[in-house]
């Protein structure tokens, strides 16, 4: 089993950046995709970015395409979202996932292994 730690939020002004970090235990990460989700008080969670699991592939929500950056280090167990002109609309708790497999999936359904997030807050 794994256990994953989210660090890195806070409070942040618009156009500012933040990088978070994902760090496992248990046991490697390196045979599963992982992702990035985020929930906003009174809406759903959303899948926010997810890479392969030689993180040769990746991919992102249209709504933090070209602002955000999802990448990870195998031989560190971690994963990173890098974010980079935040908007306010991006305030949420973000949570890393691990995947049931190595390919990139974007529906929380089909993560089984998630952190207990962090928040994020972006004021204008």
């Known amino acids: 089993q794994v256990q994953l730690v989210e660090s890195g939020g806070g409070l942040v002004q618009a156009g500012g950046s933040l990088r978070l970090s994902c760090a496992a235990s248990?046991?490697?990460?390196?045979?599963?995709?992982m992702g990035w989700f985020r929930q906003a008080p009174g809406r759903e969670r959303e899948f926010v970015a997810a890479?392969?699991?030689?993180?040769?592939?990746?991919y992102y929500a249209d709504s933090v395409k070209g602002r955000f950056t999802i990448s990870r280090d195998n031989a560190k167990n971690t994963v990173y979202l890098q974010m980079n002109s935040l908007k306010p609309e991006d305030t949420a708790v973000y949570y890393c996932?691990?995947?049931?497999?190595?390919?990139?999936?974007?529906?929380?359904?089909?993560?089984?292994?998630w952190g207990q997030g962090t928040q994020v807050t972006v004021s204008s």
């Open positions: 248990g046991r490697t990460l390196s045979s599963y995709a």
């Open positions: 890479i392969t699991w030689s993180g040769s592939n990746t």
């Open positions: 996932a691990e995947a049931f497999a190595g390919v990139v999936v974007t529906s929380w359904h089909e993560y089984d292994y």
